[in-house]
Nanobody, 126 residues
Framework: QVQLVESGGGLVQAGGALRLSCAAS????????LAWFRQAPGKEREFVSA????????YYADSAKGRLTISRDNNKSTVYLQMNSLKPEDTAVYYC???????????????????WGQGTQVTVSS
């Protein structure tokens, strides 16, 4: 089992920045990828970004490139999502996920992740 706890969400004006954190516990993460997904009201959960823990390789949705940056702290078993130049369309609940099926499903498919956090709300006002 991997437990994931997100934090860092909140209300921010358009153009502002937030940093989300996801603290993982329960297992070593060397064989896992950790990812961020988001879900806006009435929409499906969508992939934002992922990082393969062992290599540090990162992956981004097109909508995230250039504004969002994923990173990890090995010592803290924590993954971060730095979000800059936020837009109202970034408003969503952001979920952290962990999985080790990326070799089969890739990084952007929610079904490839076995463990999910409770989510943290990000609201961007215009």
């Amino acid at each position: 089992q991997v437990q994931l706890v997100e934090s860092g969400g909140g209300l921010v004006q358009a153009g502002g920045a937030l940093r989300l954190s996801c603290a993982a516990s329960g297992r070593t993460l060397s064989s896992y990828a950790l990812a961020w997904f988001r879900q806006a009201p009435g929409k499906e959960r969508e992939f934002v970004s992922a990082i393969r823990w062992s290599s540090g390789n990162t992956y981004y949705a097109d909508s995230a490139k250039g504004r969002l940056t994923i990173s990890r702290d090995n010592n803290k078993s924590t993954v971060y999502l730095q979000m800059n130049s936020l837009k109202p369309e970034d408003t969503a609940v952001y979920y952290c996920a962990a999985g080790n099926s990326f070799w089969r499903f890739g990084y952007s498919y929610p079904g490839g992740y076995d463990y999910w956090g409770q989510g943290t709300q990000v609201t961007v006002s215009s």
